[in-house]
């Protein structure tokens, strides 16, 4: 995806002018015209996938092929306060939140344009944010990205062979070894997986099968929500800063139903720090050959993750 006007897109500006923040009497008009409100949801100024887009520049010629980036793009603002991000929440606040991704998830997928629904969050000036006001990103893609689609054809192989969901036999392996679950309650685990990319990954996987959001019960969204806190608390007490990281929500494709068997509602956390001062950074293996080097093995930092999250209160 190309989208050279968000080279000019809003970079860190101050508090009294974030745009995030709602729209209060005296104060500048932000992107929120109300004074107050819970979570708010509106399309990205600086969009790089839209409902109605231009025609691709220029003609490509053989081997190449271009078309016009339909989709969309949205911000999730998750509160009003502008430092009240979702470690901070109460489970009853994140539910909101999990609540209105649902909702998202299930207005775009019905488009025609879209394929794929991804629910992120960019966390931290590490990871490259330029709204300091807590929120997260909602992308609808009109074709599966190349990493959902490499989970996609991985499951469907998976269960053609063994005729299981290979998240579930995942989640059924990591439960009963227990060395690199970091929390679990009724409804979801929180583990380092096996093969983690990043030493302080950690996925919140469904304990059932459940596809995607709309599939949750009430008090699943309610469990799914005091994971994600215990976990992300966690994570702030594992270094005694607010530590970054990626936030991205898997789940079914929306391109038919012929994905549900297949898919397996995840919450995937991938932090980038490997110590206090050292970053986890992307070089030769992990850029040119597509193969992580991990510097600390799972087990060792989930042990590391339980102590946080005992110390945050978990």
Same mark, same amino acid.
């Given at each position: 995806?190309?989208?050279?006007?968000?080279?000019?897109?809003?970079?860190?500006?101050?508090?009294?002018?974030?745009?995030?923040?709602?729209?209060?009497?005296?104060?500048?008009?932000?992107?929120?015209?109300?004074?107050?409100?819970?979570?708010?949801?509106?399309?990205?100024?600086?969009?790089?996938?839209?409902?109605?887009?231009?025609?691709?520049?220029?003609?490509?010629?053989?081997?190449?092929?271009?078309?016009?980036?339909?989709?969309?793009?949205? &911000?999730?603002? #998750?509160?009003?306060? +502008?430092?009240?991000?979702?470690?901070?929440?109460?489970?009853?606040?994140?539910?909101?939140?999990?609540?209105?991704?649902?909702?998202? #998830?299930?207005?775009?997928?019905?488009?025609?344009?879209?394929?794929?629904?991804?629910?992120?969050?960019?966390?931290?000036?590490?990871?490259?944010?330029?709204?300091?006001?807590?929120?997260?990103?909602?992308?609808?893609?009109?074709?599966?990205?190349?990493?959902?689609?490499?989970? &996609?054809?991985?499951?469907?192989? #998976?269960?053609?062979?063994?005729?299981?969901?290979?998240?579930?036999?995942?989640?059924?392996?990591?439960?009963?070894?227990?060395?690199? &679950?970091?929390?679990?309650?009724?409804?979801?685990?929180?583990?380092?997986?096996?093969?983690?990319?990043?030493? #302080?990954?950690?996925?919140?996987?469904?304990?059932?099968?459940?596809?995607?959001?709309?599939?949750?019960?009430?008090?699943?969204?309610?469990?799914?929500?005091?994971?994600?806190?215990?976990?992300?608390?966690?994570?702030?007490?594992?270094?005694?800063?607010?530590?970054?990281? &990626?936030?991205?929500?898997?789940?079914?494709?929306?391109?038919?139903?012929?994905?549900?068997?297949?898919?397996?509602?995840?919450?995937?956390?991938?932090?980038? +720090?490997?110590?206090?001062?050292?970053?986890?950074?992307?070089?030769?293996?992990?850029?040119?050959?597509?193969?992580?080097?991990?510097?600390?093995?799972?087990?060792?930092?989930?042990?590391?993750?339980?102590?946080?999250?005992?110390?945050?209160?978990?």
């Amino acid at each position: 995806m190309f989208a050279d006007h968000r080279q000019h897109r809003t970079f860190l500006p101050p508090d009294e002018l974030c745009p995030l923040c709602p729209t209060r009497d005296g104060g500048p008009r932000t992107e929120i015209p109300v004074p107050a409100f819970e979570v708010a949801v509106f399309e990205n100024r600086f969009p790089a996938l839209l409902r109605r887009p231009p025609a691709p520049i220029g003609a490509a010629a053989w081997p190449y092929r271009v078309a016009p980036a339909h989709g969309a793009n949205e &911000v999730v603002v #998750y509160s009003d306060d +502008h430092h009240l991000g979702l470690a901070d929440m109460e489970p009853a606040r994140i539910v909101k939140v999990v609540e209105v991704w649902t909702d998202r #998830y299930l207005d775009l997928g019905r488009r025609d344009d879209v394929a794929y629904v991804f629910v992120f969050e960019n966390r931290g000036l590490a990871i490259g944010v330029t709204l300091s006001h807590p929120h997260g990103q909602i992308y609808a893609y009109p074709e599966l990205p190349p990493r959902i689609l490499r989970r &996609v054809d991985v499951a469907q192989a #998976y269960l053609e062979e063994h005729g299981a969901c290979v998240h579930c036999d995942v989640v059924t392996t990591e439960a009963a070894a227990g060395i690199r &679950v970091v929390a679990r309650n009724r409804a979801f685990l929180a583990y380092v997986p096996f093969a983690a990319r990043f030493p #302080y990954e950690v996925h919140i996987a469904s304990l059932r099968h459940a596809a995607c959001l709309p599939d949750l019960t009430d008090a699943e969204r309610v469990d799914l929500a005091a994971l994600l806190r215990a976990v992300l608390r966690g994570y702030d007490h594992l270094f005694g800063f607010a530590l970054p990281y &990626v936030m991205s929500v898997h789940q079914a494709p929306t391109s038919g139903e012929g994905h549900r068997p297949v898919s397996h509602l995840q919450v995937e956390l991938t932090p980038i +720090h490997r110590t206090a001062e050292k970053l986890k950074y992307l070089a030769g293996s992990e850029i040119g050959a597509g193969a992580f080097v991990n510097d600390t093995a799972p087990e060792d930092t989930a042990a590391r993750l339980r102590v946080a999250m005992a110390a945050g209160g978990a």
